[in-house]
C-alpha cells in the first residue's frame, strides 16, 4: 500500500513545479465579449495559451468579421499580446515582467485556456 502511494506522489510532485510559474494556476474559462479575468505569473514564465472559438458576433456594419479578438495585458506594464483568432488557436507566449496580468476576448465567446 505504501509503495503504490509513493509512486503516485512521484509522478503528481514533478507537474506540481510547473504551474508554480503561474502563481494563481493559470487559466481554464469561457470569456463573452469584453470580459476579462486576471492571473498571476513569474517573470520569465513560457506560458501555453489556447483560445477555441464558440461564436463570433457579427457589428450592425456591412463588414464581416473572421473571428474574435484575443488580447493579454500585464496590469502595470500594459499590452503583452493581441492577434485575431478564427476557429482555434495554440501558441506560446514567454512573459517579460512577471505580476497580475489579464485576458479578454472581444467580437464573441471563447474558450480560453492558459498554462
Known amino acids: 500500500m505504501h509503495r503504490r502511494t509513493f509512486v503516485?506522489?512521484?509522478?503528481v510532485v514533478p507537474f506540481a513545479g510547473c504551474t508554480g510559474l503561474l502563481g494563481g494556476g493559470g487559466?481554464?474559462?469561457t470569456l463573452e465579449d469584453n470580459e476579462r479575468t486576471e492571473f498571476d505569473v513569474s517573470d520569465g514564465a513560457e506560458l501555453t495559451v489556447t483560445v477555441d472559438v464558440q461564436?463570433?458576433?457579427q457589428p450592425d456594419m456591412d463588414?464581416?468579421?473572421e473571428g474574435v479578438s484575443f488580447r493579454l495585458d500585464h496590469l502595470e506594464n500594459g499590452l503583452v499580446d493581441t492577434r485575431i483568432v478564427e476557429d482555434s488557436e495554440t501558441f506560446d507566449l514567454e512573459i517579460e515582467d512577471g505580476g497580475?496580468?489579464?485576458v479578454m476576448i472581444t467580437g464573441g465567446i471563447a474558450?480560453?485556456?492558459i498554462e
Open 111 to 113: 474558450d480560453v485556456t
Open 55 to 57: 461564436e463570433v458576433f
Open 8 to 11: 503516485s506522489l512521484a509522478a
Open 27 to 29: 487559466v481554464d474559462t
Open 100 to 102: 497580475t496580468h489579464a
Open 63 to 65: 463588414l464581416e468579421r
